[in-house]
């Protein structure tokens, strides 16, 4: 898609939510192409995610950090678990959302003047732009009042939090639901999958990390959370079947052993550019994991986060767009996920997308822009 150039500015409040990378990642693909459609553009992140990851996927962008809790959403314990009961006095502690609260957010927004706050998917952020009478955008796949309610744990002690969530919801000017969404909520309009596209050429990466064209690639990717992989059983079977295997979180620099990678947690790569130089990809099922390997055509073993509502949709979303296959936690942790991965690579992959959601995003906000 030819990306049309509006010769208009614009200043824009970022607030989103902390829980894991998935929510700043779509935030990210949306400012890229917005960037690249305006003559110039000013955001203003508010968020706890470190500020090294928007600037690391936004390096040419006029940008500003601003450390603010925005969104409770769920406590992780890792990657793959919730951790209930703190994240039930977290979210009784910030909901429902206090004047003070609000009245301070919206202070340190009024100092940067915004034409509209764009919100993925911190409910804190539309109560400001309510607060200041400015357009709000909520950016989303679900909402955490949905989350809330579908999860067997949290759906009673939390039905007062829920609907004032809800009320909030409604209440964004323009909400935007990007596949692969959760229930039928109702949004002014639906995108495609939203996700950052690599910067580097795949060659140039491979080449950087020391790989050949034809060499078979494997990246294990858990979406920002450190895990423990058997790392000589991995080594065993790399050898055995002349895989190359990159894992971020394995070491403090990059280190070549053998067939194995090792990469720090923030590794020096652009996460799109490895998912992008991989033949296959594994990984939690996550928003920016799933809409990256999608919208890259790349061939994915998942692990599905069991109690966590939005996984299923996600699952089946994969289902006839790239080759994967399921693996159970389990089996990462021990080893046996080795066996799926010759069969998976045998396979071809999926063809790239030719639409990318944030794209379409990005043209709305500005024609917005220009009235």
């Given amino acids: 898609m030819k990306t049309r150039k509006y010769s208009s500015s614009l200043r824009l409040g970022v607030f989103v939510s ?3 990378f998935g929510h700043a990642a779509r935030a990210c693909a949306i400012l890229h192409f917005l960037r690249a459609r305006l003559s110039a553009l000013e955001c203003h992140v508010l968020t706890t995610v470190p500020f090294w990851f928007f ?3 936004l390096p040419t962008t006029n940008l500003s950090y601003h450390r603010l809790v925005t969104d409770v959403g769920l406590v992780q314990k890792d990657a793959f678990h919730e951790d209930i009961p703190r994240s039930l006095r977290r979210l009784d502690a910030f909901y429902p959302l206090k ?5 301070n957010a919206a202070r340190l927004v009024k100092r940067f003047r915004p034409a509209l706050l764009l919100c993925d998917i911190s409910p804190l952020g539309i109560a400001v732009a309510r607060r200041l009478q400015i357009p709000s955008v909520l950016v989303e796949n679900f909402t955490w009042e949905w989350i809330y309610g579908h999860h067997p744990a949290l759906a009673k002690p939390l039905a007062s939090i829920r609907t004032h969530l809800a009320s909030l ?3 964004a000017t323009i909400r935007i639901r990007t596949e692969p969404f959760c ?4 949004g002014h309009f639906t995108t495609h999958p939203v996700w950052r596209p690599p910067r580097t050429s795949q060659r140039t990466v491979r080449n950087i990390l020391r790989l050949r064209r034809t060499d ?3 990246l294990v990717s858990l979406g920002g959370f450190p895990s423990r992989y058997p790392l000589e059983k991995i080594a065993s079977f790399a050898r055995s079947r ?7 979180g394995t070491a403090p620099r990059t280190i070549h052993d053998g067939f194995l990678v090792k990469l720090p947690h923030h590794t020096p790569y652009y996460h799109p550019d490895l998912v992008n130089a991989a033949d296959l990809v594994v990984g939690k099922v996550g928003y920016s994991t799933i809409s990256e390997v999608i919208g890259m055509g790349k061939r994915f073993a998942f692990i599905p986060r069991e109690t966590f509502p939005e996984s299923p949709f996600l699952v089946r979303y994969l289902k006839g767009r790239v ?6 936690l389990r089996s990462l942790h021990n080893g046996t996920w080795l066996k799926k991965i010759d069969a998976l690579l045998q396979t071809p992959p999926g063809e790239p997308s030719r639409e990318n959601g944030a794209e379409i995003i990005t043209a709305r906000i500005a024609e917005f822009a220009r009235s």
């Fill in 323 to 328: 080759p994967s296959r399921k693996i159970a």
């Fill in 242 to 248: 002349k895989i190359h295997f990159l894992l971020p």
């Fill in 18 to 20: 902390p829980h894991g």
């Fill in 99 to 103: 004047h003070w609260r609000i009245e």
């Fill in 55 to 57: 600037r690391e996927s």
């Fill in 183 to 186: 229930g039928t909520g109702r």
């Fill in 216 to 218: 078979r690639c494997v």
């Fill in 169 to 171: 919801t409604r209440s």
